[in-house]
């Protein structure tokens, strides 16, 4: 269990911002930050149903994870792109790690602070099992004030609960 939080923390952090709340994540200039729990539902053409994550997001969040990603042994990123617009943004990024390259480019958009969509595109070279590409869509909505027993950065996906901070601290430190 715990590699495969790993895995999971590690490909978020990949994606650049990309993935789980890119949304949440994209700067404060643009899209909103807005404090609390925040439920993602996210869809792709190889899985038979949506998965649902449930994360405690605080204000310093955005700042954390990028400066994280940056961190990360054995990651490379030679794009990280991330062009605000009016209602939205859209995101883009190139990243190395093991020999392989994870391109991605998410459009995001966000109708008001308590709601986003967002459609992530990837192409991993070489394929990972077989898959050389990923569409997926993420739905976001503000769900409230973060409920006892979940702080900053808490996360909750398919019943598992982990802490992205102390994930992507593991990683980033992580030989």
Known sequence: MRKAAYNLCKALVILGIAGAGAALAAGPAGLSQKPGLWQLQQS????????VTRICVDASMTDRLVDASQHMKGVSCSKRD???RPGGATVDSVCSMS?????THAEINQPSPNAFHETVSSTMTPAIAGHGSSNSAIDGAWQGACPAG????????????????????AVAHHP
């Not at 996906?157 to 994930?167: A, E, L």
């Open 150 to 169: 979940m702080k900053a950065g808490d996360m909750i996906v398919n019943g598992m609960k982990m802490n992205m901070y102390d994930m992507t601290a």
């Open 44 to 51: 792709m053409a190889r899985m038979p149903r949506p998965v």
């Open 82 to 84: 991330i062009r605000l």
């Open 99 to 103: 020999g392989r390259t994870i391109s």
